[in-house]
């Protein structure tokens, strides 16, 4: 067996949904099944939900070894399978590559990175996967956080709402009213339609990005300096050889320079490997497929709350939304909403709010260059 294993060969066990075992027992993908994983890893990786992955595979009728229909935990398993990745194991033996990937590692590192990150968020469950705009929505009058909930009524109908943690647990001094969910969470997906429609704000994000994108990067600059003064002293020893200076000490601190040259050009190089920079035209190319997102679709609302909402402060007559980036703070007075559905024109003055604290924008910096 440890022989076959040194050959990647399957030597039993349950085989992962997306590969069959060939005559010579190598693993081979799937064509019928490896595309659905793929697609599985792909729907995750832009902010589905696992159960929304598994009403996938189920509605595609994907099923385990057994023949029987996946469940929550099977989507979980496979999401961090490495086998995906062509990672070959059998016991302690491991063989980067040792079968085919169905999966890209970059993509499948995202997906590990979206997996420990849930499982740290309190109090996390399935039904509050439905809730998108969890730990973004605060209470305007106490500042405690909003969360889900769901009452069926005397029909029988099932309704949802967010509700203020005090309000619930009757701790604080607090009357904030529920709020529907679809008609918060559609309002709140709409103004972001709104924003990412204004040019001037999609501006203002890329050179904010640009600006992080080189702070973050602190070598690169340094490398650059040293090699212009490096190019600059070897020119300077140039022209005095060429003035007919030259004595065993130019020469010695000329190969110095040189050595140091190529010492940072070799630098600058991995660095700009290691970090490769992204272009204004590129961030602005893909903040607006942002615009093009069916904000129907469940995913799409997910994504655009998770990458653009910092947080929301909910009042009964008000909120104030904060996106993620510099000024962008707005306010809606609910009456005006009305006032604008039914066609009134009302003179509102908006209160001015001092904007809730910004979370530092590194992180989801880091996530938007990884998309
Ligand atoms: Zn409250």
Redesign the pocket.
């Known amino acids: 067996m440890t022989e076959n294993a040194l050959k990647a060969k399957y030597n039993g066990g349950t085989l992962p949904i997306g590969y069959t075992i060939d005559s010579e027992r190598h693993f081979q993908i799937d064509p019928l099944t490896a595309p659905f994983i793929a697609e599985a890893f792909r729907q995750y990786d832009e902010g589905a939900t696992m159960t929304d992955i598994l009403d996938y595979l189920n509605e595609k009728g994907v099923k385990n070894s057994r023949g029987l229909p996946l469940n929550y935990n099977s989507v979980q398993h496979l999401l961090k399978n490495r086998r995906y990745i062509g990672e070959y194991t059998y016991r302690d033996i491991i063989i980067p590559d040792g079968i085919p990937a169905i999966v890209s590692k970059d993509v499948f590192g995202r997906v590990q990175d979206r997996l420990s990150e849930n499982k740290k968020a309190p109090a996390r469950h399935k039904a509050e996967d439905d809730y998108l705009l969890t730990t973004k929505l605060f209470?305007g009058?106490?500042g405690?956080y909003l969360c889900g909930e769901s009452g069926t009524s005397r029909t029988g109908n099932v309704h949802h709402y967010y509700k203020?943690v005090?309000?619930k647990k009757k701790r604080a001094d607090?009357h904030?009213k529920p709020v529907k969910k679809d008609w918060i969470e559609d309002l709140v997906v709409n103004e972001t339609m709104k924003m990412l429609s204004d040019d001037n704000v999609i501006e203002a994000i890329v050179s904010m990005l640009i600006d992080l994108q080189d702070r973050e990067n602190t070598n690169l600059p340094m490398y650059e300096q040293q090699l212009r003064e490096t190019e600059t002293a070897i020119q300077n020893m140039l022209n005095a050889i060429q003035q007919g200076i030259l004595t065993k000490s130019t020469k010695s601190r000329l190969e110095e320079l040189e050595n140091a040259k190529e010492d940072l050009e070799s630098k600058i190089s991995c660095e700009k490997l290691a970090k490769p920079r992204v272009g204004e035209e590129f961030l602005t190319f893909w903040l607006k497929r942002f615009r093009k997102l069916d904000v129907r679709q469940k995913s799409h609302r997910k994504m655009l709350i998770d990458t653009f909402i910092n947080s929301i402060f909910l009042f009964d007559d008000k909120m104030v939304i904060t996106f993620n980036y510099r000024e962008g703070t707005t306010v809606i007075v609910f009456a005006d909403l009305q006032a604008a559905l039914a066609g009134r024109k009302v003179g509102s003055d908006l209160e001015c709010l001092p904007a809730p604290k910004t979370k530092s924008p590194k992180g989801w910096l880091r996530f938007w260059l990884a998309q």
């Open positions: 209470c009058y106490c405690a203020c005090s309000v607090c904030k």
